[in-house]
Structures are given as C-alpha cells and as structure tokens.
C-alpha cells in the first residue's frame, strides 16, 4: 500500500482552493495538459512514504501514533506558483503565508520518528505548499516565461484554517485518479 503523510484542510480552505484552480484552469487553457488536484484531495503533504507491506504500515503507525508537542496553530493559504522554479513548470501550487515554520517544524518532528526505522525524506528541501495541478506538457516551445508570468494574474487566496494534528493517508490509485484514506490521525498539543 502508498502511504503519505499530510495536513488536512477544512472546507471552506479547500473550497477555496479548488476555484482557484479552476480559475488558473480557465487561465492557462490550451497552453497546459495538467492533472487538476479534486477539491477532495487538496491538503498539504508532510512526508511521502511510498509503498509498504502491512507490516510496515504497523511499524509506521506506531511510530506515529503520539501527539506531537508543536500547539495548534493556523495556514494561511495565499499566492500561486510553479516548481521547478524555471524551465516547464511541473507543478502548480499555493503558498503557505503563515505556519509554514509550524509545518516545517512538524516536517522535521516526522523525521525523528521516520529516519529511525529508515524512512528517508526526499532529497530537495522541505517547502510548505499545497499542489493544486500536476503538470504533464506545457505546450508551445517557449511558453515557459509567459505561463509562470501568467500564474501573477490568477488571483489566489484561499483563506486560513486551523491545523490540530497530521494525518496518516493510504493512497488509492485508479484510472480515474487517487482517493485518499485516513488511516491514522495524530494530534497536535
């Protein structure tokens, strides 16, 4: 099974988000061949895991099944971007104006409890984000400049929420996209 870590977002949050999106959507048009994150499925990623045996998931999970001792805190989702940040954009985000020193504190309480049964973070740099598009082409030789100048007419504020714990998904994958499962939440102090 595909494991993940991540922050949930409320409704109204991801709400927001999706018609950011779809404004970005209706933005870029034929200039991009994108898979657009369902509004279902928009949160903000801690850890990727990938796959692991059920027993693995056991040991993942009791690991992890403890509060951490970062208090509640509040995201504030707001401006729009691309990584890599020059060449074709691969993704399309939105930014974390406030708590993403929160989120990266959590990001590093998940390396102490995951570097331990040898479960490596990625190699790049934790950045706080939540992934709205993952971009197949961008069509148009030397469009590159002009869409991520493009992506400062969108505007993007999805609003704030209030982040109590971090979630544990298994990720099922379809033809017609993943669904998200929480298998373990664990609160915040």
Not at 56 to 80: C, K, Q
């Amino acid at each position: 099974m595909r494991l993940f870590i991540g922050v949930e977002l409320d409704d109204a949050v991801r709400d927001s988000a999706a018609a950011i999106a779809n404004s970005l959507r209706r933005h870029v048009g034929h200039r991009v061949d994108a898979r657009w994150v369902p509004a279902s499925n928009l949160h903000i990623t801690l850890w990727f895991i990938g796959n692991v045996t059920d027993d693995r998931r056991n040991e993942i999970l009791g690991a992890l099944d403890r509060p951490f001792t970062i208090s509640v805190f509040n995201v504030h989702i707001v401006g729009l971007g691309a990584f890599p940040s020059s060449g074709a954009p691969r993704v399309f985000w939105l930014g974390v104006r406030s708590g993403a020193e929160q989120l990266i504190g959590l990001h590093a309480g998940l390396g102490a409890r995951l570097l331990p049964l040898g479960i490596e973070p990625e190699r790049r740099a934790y950045s706080p984000h939540l992934t709205i598009a993952r971009v197949k082409e961008v069509r148009g030789g030397k469009a590159d400049a002009d869409l991520r100048a493009s992506l400062r007419g969108v505007a993007a504020d999805a609003g704030t929420c209030r982040v109590a714990g971090v979630t544990v998904f298994r990720s099922h994958l379809s033809p017609k996209g993943a669904t998200y499962e929480p298998l373990l939440r664990v609160p915040l102090q």
